[in-house]
């Protein structure tokens, strides 16, 4: 049995669509496991960049199996957005996306409510996908599940169920809850007719794979800072993005996880709201976000930058039994002459080595900083880790102390092929 977890261990778009595509390359079938289109998972196609939702980064590659575990939340819509927009590049994904009939739809009252909910007390900065209400509604057990959503004989019982609960909230904001329920009833005619196809037991599925000997990539969406349980609670996902989801997410137990890896990026970024200890305010961070190209794939939104915070990738190296790293966008810190890196928070006299729970010291601590040169020569033409200027180097070996996980692979432009093995001997799938 082979698998390997790929998950972030930030705030998010570490790089997880490119590096799932580079390991997709030797994998049979990639599976998503949580999260929904919120998630925005860039590749390059034909030399064009462009952002996946909600289908595995493995789909560029025409014999590979593509699964939607049932840990996802799926906006139909979104769905059939996505499929077309592939068929546009002339890349079909009949008779290999598979989709759990035990996921959730993100029907429309769950973007309407995720609009309401950020006008609240608390601001979380969503990506208004309707994921949060879609994953609460889920706990609240009154979700419609895939299967659900095809089945004629209850789903507009199910539906009048999750709207009652909603009622008083969408009429206080002037939504017309009749003309929302003939909507949904009237696109769900053609969506069904889309979907059903798509629609199978993918835990079963993946469970003939690995009997078969098949190989398998999880691909996670958002980060471990955005895990509901392990990080920055409330500013967070409704979803575990930690390689504990792919268990529940995909219908597996542990023993089908043969090792994780995690993708972190050289410097930290964080879009919406929430604590950020090495944020920076200055012309560094405007030279990230630019050298980056920090701009949200699903959102557009300038993604705030900082400093590589240890603290923080230290504690999704423990919380996701990560194995190896590989080190995202090392390219874009070419030029910087002084490189922080964050070992430790400092908060009202007391320091803090491992990440902290209390939101008021995750607001308010302060970062620990050791300072290493930087470095001046480009990186893009590198065949191996020898091929790296010295403070590069040293740049690598200091935060894989730090993190306490080796970084095995090293990524270094946004394509598939710029992307090498920094330690020998590690085979991952
Ligand atoms: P994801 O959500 O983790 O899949 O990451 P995103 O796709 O949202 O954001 C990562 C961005 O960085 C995308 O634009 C990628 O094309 C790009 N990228 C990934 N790895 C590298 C890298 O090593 N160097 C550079 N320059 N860009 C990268
Ligand atoms: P990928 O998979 C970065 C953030 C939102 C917001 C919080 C909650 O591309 O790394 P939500 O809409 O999920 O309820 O928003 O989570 N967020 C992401 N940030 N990358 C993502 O996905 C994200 N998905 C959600 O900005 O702060
Ligand atoms: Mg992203």
């Given at each position: ?9 930030q ?12 390991f ?30 909600l ?29 077309e ?21 993100v ?26 209400p ?10 419609i599940?895939?299967?659900?959503y095809?089945?004629?004989e ?5 539906l009048?169920?999750?709207l ?16 929302l ?9 053609d ?21 078969k ?8 969406a ?28 995909a219908g ?27 944020e ?6 405007e030279?990230?976000?630019q ?10 939104r ?5 400093w590589?915070?240890a603290v ?6 423990r ?9 995202t966008?090392?390219?874009?810190m ?17 320091t803090?080595?491992?990440?902290p ?11 620990v ?14 065949k ?23 970084i ?7 394509k ?14």
């Amino acid at each position: 049995m082979k698998t390997l977890l790929v998950l972030g261990t930030q705030w998010g778009d570490e790089g997880k669509g490119k590096v799932v595509d580079f390991f997709a390359q030797k994998a049979d079938y990639v599976v998503r496991y949580q999260g929904g289109n919120n998630a925005g998972h860039t590749l390059i196609y034909e030399n064009t960049p462009f952002a996946l939702h909600l289908i595995p980064s493995g789909i560029l590659f025409k014999n590979k199996f593509c699964l939607i575990g049932n840990g996802v939340v799926v906006d139909i819509k979104s769905l059939k957005e996505e499929v077309e927009f592939l068929k546009s590049k002339k890349i079909s994904v009949t008779g290999r996306l598979f989709i759990s009939q035990q996921a959730h739809v993100v029907l429309p009252y769950h973007i309407l409510v995720d609009k309401v909910s950020e006008q609240g007390a608390i601001k979380i900065g969503t990506t208004g996908r309707g994921i949060g209400p879609a994953y609460a509604d889920k706990a609240k057990r009154i979700g419609i599940r895939v299967i659900d959503y095809l089945e004629d004989e209850n789903f507009e019982d199910l539906l009048d169920n999750a709207l009652s609960d909603k009622l008083a909230l969408l009429s206080a904001s002037g939504v017309n809850i009749k003309k929302l329920k003939s909507d949904i009833c009237r696109d769900r005619k053609d969506l069904v007719k889309f979907l059903k196809p798509f629609v199978c037991d993918t835990s079963l599925m993946i469970d003939e794979a690995i009997k078969k000997n098949k190989k398998i990539l999880f691909e996670s969406a958002q980060g471990s800072l955005l895990d509901l349980d392990t990080g920055t609670y409330p500013f967070v996902t409704s979803s575990n993005p930690v390689a504990g989801g792919a268990c529940t997410g995909a219908g597996i137990g542990p023993d089908k996880i043969s090792s994780v890896l995690g993708v972190v990026k050289a410097y930290t970024t964080r879009v919406g709201e929430g604590p950020f200890v090495t944020e920076l305010f200055d012309k560094t961070g405007e030279y990230l976000r630019q050298q980056g190209a920090e701009f949200g794939a699903t959102t557009g939104r300038p993604r705030r930058c900082g400093w590589f915070d240890a603290v923080v990738v230290r504690h999704s190296v423990r919380v996701n039994g990560i194995q190896n790293l590989l080190l995202t966008k090392l390219d874009c810190m070419r030029g910087i002459k002084e490189i922080k890196i964050c070992t430790a928070y400092k908060y009202k006299g007391k320091t803090y080595t491992e990440f902290p729970a209390s939101r008021i010291i995750e607001k308010n601590a302060k970062p620990v900083y050791e300072t290493m040169p930087g470095f001046e020569e480009s990186i893009s033409k590198i065949k191996s880790f020898a091929d790296l200027p010295k403070n590069a180097k040293n740049y690598i070996l200091r935060l894989e102390k730090l993190a306490q996980a080796p970084i095995s692979f090293l990524s270094y432009g946004p394509k598939r092929q710029e992307t090498i093995a920094i330690k020998k001997g590690v085979k991952l799938l």
